[in-house]
DNA sequence: GGGGGAAGGACCA
DNA sequence: TTCCTGGTCCTTCCCCC
């Protein structure tokens, strides 16, 4: 009997071995919203489960958790039968793997630090009934009828709760008073208790607008103060700058911190102290899911194929964890067993992307889905230029009437940021997939220049002004290992000696009055050195756009290797081509002046201030306004 | 065998 | 009638050295 999830935040669903009385099915359907949760204890699981069950099953929505579930037993399947082939000897000898492992983390466990996570209790609720009063003591959610983003503890009492769908929470608690969210005012709450967060350590880490890790380690120092007394009274601030209540965990690392906030919410604190023994004592019992990064589904795999259900359990079962999960996930189960977790202060990262993604009513209609995509391209350029970020990956998510959900991405040879560019190569990836019924659409852009990928990757202007390099005859450059020359395809520098091109170490490459030398096309089958000059072609075709369209000098390799390349490069290279306008030669078809449509002279055009050419014509001889790519790429 | 890209999915607030 | 949004990380597959 298949187990739908029933919400993307999704807590403590436990199949109980597949004994659910046929009269009572909503048993069988373990939603997220029974689990144990703080304000939820009281509630009638049951009664909880049978409305959601009842209000759920049918729907569309419905019928692809029941598909997303069928996945997870299968997996669940080919893991228990992986398992089952396993010799003693092969878990032995993964015991020991697991055990060399477990050395190396002890060796990082680190309690000489005071970690504290400070969760604000029901966020959104408690600053809409701090701006309007009347609220307290009435249940209320912030969200709308689709989906409830959080809800305060009366209303909790009903059994609504955050990522539940308001229809849902509305049969639950017919009082439910619904508020819309307003993220201004979150974040001007949030900015000022981070003010406080900041004087107990002015380099905190911000998890969302209603949490963070604060290390207190010197607070206590300083102040001779106990952690426990340093929470009191960062709460008690917190509370009299802004009114809201907040939630603290103490412990030596931020894992068992996280869990910490959670054990005497709301406005309470948990401390675990800075010993061995106390972290193991704590972490033994501690059911598994309790551990940020642990979910429904790792949950359930854990306990139905290796019967885990507490974190000394993935101690005890570590041969079987090494021998089933990857190096990776083995590292970090057995470093929840051993209660160790993060504990020096990271370096902020960069973001890595950036989305807009849209839920509607249902739309097939082709126009329809181009007009959504249109409008997230817009939405989602406007906040690039505010973050000042240009992305190679654009990324376009689909979610069928069906609920099902498809990614469709692209990597260009160079960097994008523009409405227009957003489009051109998202309407690509959207015309690939229709015909389509739709109920959402989400546009991303990510692999932003900085990004580790682009470490090693400079521009054309910075690779320039290496300060060595132009004009000043013979210098020599440095290029990292991976280095790419020319954004608009992989190329790579290298010694002439150095056979297959990659560039492995980091060598030097040299120009020599001005002409780059030692340099080689990744690609290229021979694997020997190209000539430079179309290198340098290359580059001052980018650069100063000397060249016309007919007169595109591109290596012979990416005229039929790289044809995708250069199709990105054309767009591109056309729009800042004809950025000043364009020239036609007489009786030139596709575009039409303001006084008639065949082109007796030569004719000089303009693009409109979008970049784009606004009285073009199309095969039908209808006016259409094209892109200058779309323009050239049509004949 | 690993690097990069694409697709999917788990998880988080 | 109505099941979100924006982000990160990991895994798997594929292609290409
Ligand atoms: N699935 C979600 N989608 C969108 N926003 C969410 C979602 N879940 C939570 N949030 C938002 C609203 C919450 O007020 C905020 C903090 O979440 P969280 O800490 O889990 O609960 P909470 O602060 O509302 O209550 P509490 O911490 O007292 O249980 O994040």
Redesign the pocket.
């Known amino acids: 009997m298949p187990q739908p999830d029933?919400?993307?935040?999704?807590?403590g669903e436990v199949v109980r071995g597949g004994s659910t009385d046929p009269n009572q099915p909503w048993q069988a359907y373990h939603t997220v919203f029974t689990n144990a949760k703080a304000g939820m204890d009281g509630v009638d699981k049951e009664k909880v489960q049978r409305v959601?069950y009842e209000?759920?099953k049918g729907?569309?929505?419905?019928e692809n958790e029941k598909r997303?579930e069928a996945?997870?037993m299968q997996k669940i399947q080919h893991m228990k039968s992986q398992s089952a082939l396993l010799t003693d000897s092969d878990v032995k000898n993964h015991e020991k793997a697991a055990d060399i492992k477990i050395k190396n983390l002890e060796t990082q466990r680190d309690l000489s630090r005071i970690w504290m996570h400070v969760d604000l209790d029901a966020f959104y609720a408690a600053v809409e009934t701090l701006e309007n009063p009347t609220l307290a003591g009435k249940p209320m959610a912030v969200g709308g009828?689709?989906?409830i983003?959080t809800a305060n503890y009366e209303a909790r009492k009903f059994g609504v709760r955050a990522?539940m769908?308001?229809?849902?929470a509305?049969r639950l608690c017919p009082d439910l008073i619904f508020v819309s969210p307003n993220f201004e005012k979150y974040t001007s709450y949030s900015e000022k208790v981070r003010q406080v967060f900041h004087d107990y350590d002015p380099n905190f880490l911000a998890?969302?607008?209603?949490?963070a890790y604060l290390d207190i380690t010197d607070q206590c120092l300083s102040r001779n103060m106990s952690s426990e007394e340093v929470a009191e009274e960062l709460r008690r601030r917190v509370y009299d700058l802004t009114g809201l209540t907040c939630s603290a965990g103490v412990a030596p690392n931020r894992m068992i911190a996280?869990v910490c906030s959670d054990v005497n919410k709301p406005n309470g604190q948990f401390i675990v102290p800075n010993d061995r023994a106390a972290v193991m004592a704590f972490v033994s019992s501690l059911p598994i899911r309790k551990?940020?990064?642990?979910?429904?589904?790792?949950?359930r795999i854990l306990k139905e194929v290796l019967s885990v259900s507490v974190c000394e359990d993935l101690i005890d079962k570590r041969g079987l964890i090494s021998a089933l999960?990857?190096s990776?996930?083995t590292d970090f189960f057995l470093s929840v067993g051993l209660g160790i977790g993060g504990s020096t202060t990271p370096v902020e990262?960069p973001?890595?992307?950036?989305?807009?993604?849209?839920?509607f009513s249902e739309i097939s209609h082709e126009d329809g889905l181009f007009a959504k995509l249109e409008e997230l391209a817009d939405n989602l350029a406007r906040e690039l230029e505010s973050e000042e970020l240009q992305g190679?990956?654009i990324?376009l998510k689909l979610k069928t009437a069906t609920f099902e959900?498809?990614?469709?991405?692209?990597?260009l040879p160079f960097l994008v940021c523009r409405k227009e560019d957003l489009l051109i190569h998202a309407s690509k990836l959207l015309k690939a997939e229709l015909p389509l019924s739709l109920?959402?659409m989400?546009l991303?852009v990510?692999?932003f220049q900085g990004d580790s990928?682009f470490l090693n990757q400079r521009t054309l202007a910075e690779y320039f002004s290496v300060g060595n390099s132009a004009g000043s005859g013979s210098s020599e450059i440095s290029l990292a290992s991976?280095s790419s020359v020319v954004p608009s395809f992989t190329a790579e520098v290298s010694e002439l000696s150095q056979k297959?091109?990659?560039n492995t170490d980091g060598t030097n490459s040299k120009i020599r009055d001005g002409t780059l030398v030692d340099c080689f096309f990744?690609?290229t089958d021979s694997g020997s050195a190209l000539d430079c000059p179309p290198l340098l072609k290359e580059m001052r075709w980018i650069d100063d756009l000397q060249c016309s369209l007919c007169k595109l000098e591109i290596p012979s390799f990416l005229e039929t290797e790289r044809q995708e390349h250069v199709d990105f490069h054309f767009a591109e290279l056309l729009q800042r081509r004809y950025a000043d306008g364009f020239d036609l030669e007489a009786g030139s078809q596709g575009v039409e002046t303001q006084t008639r449509r065949h082109l007796s002279q030569p004719y000089k055009g303009t693009l409109s201030k979008r970049g784009h050419i606004d009285r073009a014509i199309d095969s039908k001889g209808k006016r259409k306004c094209l892109s200058i790519d779309a323009f050239f790429s049509k004949d």
Do not use: W
């Open positions: 029933h919400s993307p935040r999704s807590e959601v209000m759920s729907s569309k929505y419905f997303r996945l997870v009828m689709s989906m983003c990522a769908p308001g229809f849902i509305c998890r969302s607008l209603d949490e996280k551990i940020g990064g642990i979910g429904k589904v790792t949950e999960f990857s990776i996930s990262e973001r890595k992307s950036l989305s807009c993604e849209r839920t190679r990956t990324t959900v498809r990614t469709r991405s692209l990597t109920r959402l989400g991303r990510s692999h990928s991976g297959n091109g990659k990744q690609g």
